[in-house]
């Protein structure tokens, strides 16, 4: 069974730092590429962060890019989002998802192209 498992979310201020963690069960990251979305009330889930497990390529949103930093630890079969400078407008539930390495080679792409989804944590940024 395939599952996906993200933690750490939680209240900060802004300007502070979270570190969340995606881990994987029922199958190994080797050939995935996983990422991170969001999705705040009432609107459309964006794209955050994703890693290629098989080259170590990162992709960025526009909107985190220089503030949020991805990584993955195959011997653990996790990936984190190390997310620094939070501001009100990153809250919202972050989610994790996984989808074959070969679909992702230059943007972190649509949700759509994600098969695997976690059941994600909420991240609160108050000013």
């Known amino acids: 069974d395939v599952q996906l498992q993200a933690s750490g979310g939680g209240l900060v201020q802004a300007g502070g730092s979270l570190r969340l963690s995606c881990a994987a069960s029922g199958f190994t990251f080797d050939d995935y590429a996983i990422a991170w979305f969001r999705q705040a009330p009432g609107k459309e889930r964006e794209g955050v962060a994703c890693i290629s497990s098989a080259t170590r390529a990162t992709f960025y949103g526009d909107s985190v890019k220089g503030r949020f930093a991805t990584s993955i630890d195959n011997a653990k079969n996790t990936v984190d989002l190390e997310m620094n400078s939070l501001k009100p407008e990153d809250t919202a539930t972050y989610y994790c998802?996984?989808?074959?390495?070969?679909?992702?080679?230059?943007?972190?792409?649509?949700?759509?192209?994600?098969?695997?989804w976690g059941q994600g944590t909420q991240v609160t940024v108050s000013s």
């Open positions: 998802a996984a989808t074959q390495s070969s679909l992702i080679t230059s943007s972190l792409g649509w949700a759509a192209d994600y098969d695997y």
